[in-house]
């Protein structure tokens, strides 16, 4: 089973940017559809973005579609996520997880469906 950690969360004002990184040890990354989904505080889960296997395709939620970027390096075992023009909406803590099931265009939105997730990190966005 793989294992995820993830970093990267953290304080910033409204408009700024942040990198979330998930690494990964245990099982090789390439051999999981990789994901991202955020909880807010008394809210249920959303999907936030997700990649396939090789990186070739990638997925959005619709309110981060053009500020958000999902990436991998296979290589390195680590999964990003660019945060770029935050907004205090997108304050959450955010999970990686991995699937060998779901694809990319059918992330779900609760993080119990999926094989594995991290701890989480939390982004904090002021206004």
């Known amino acids: 089973q793989v294992q995820l950690v993830e970093s990267g969360g953290g304080l910033v004002q409204a408009g700024g940017s942040l990198r979330l990184s998930c690494a990964a040890s245990?099982?090789?990354?390439?051999?999981?559809?990789m994901g991202w989904i955020r909880q807010a505080p008394g809210k249920e889960g959303d999907f936030v973005a997700a990649?396939?296997?090789?990186?070739?395709?990638?997925h959005y939620a619709d309110p981060v579609k053009g500020r958000f970027t999902i990436s991998r390096d296979n290589a390195k075992n680590t999964v990003y996520l660019q945060m770029n023009s935050l907004k205090p909406e997108d304050t959450a803590v955010y999970y990686c997880?991995?699937?060998?099931?779901?694809?990319?265009?059918?992330?779900?939105?609760?993080?119990?469906?999926?094989?594995?997730w991290g701890q989480g990190t939390l982004v904090t966005v002021s206004s």
């Open positions: 245990g099982r090789p990354l390439s051999n999981y559809v």
């Open positions: 997880a991995a699937d060998r099931y779901f694809s990319a265009s059918s992330w779900p939105d609760k993080i119990g469906d999926l094989e594995v």
């Open positions: 990649i396939s296997r090789s990186g070739q395709s990638t």
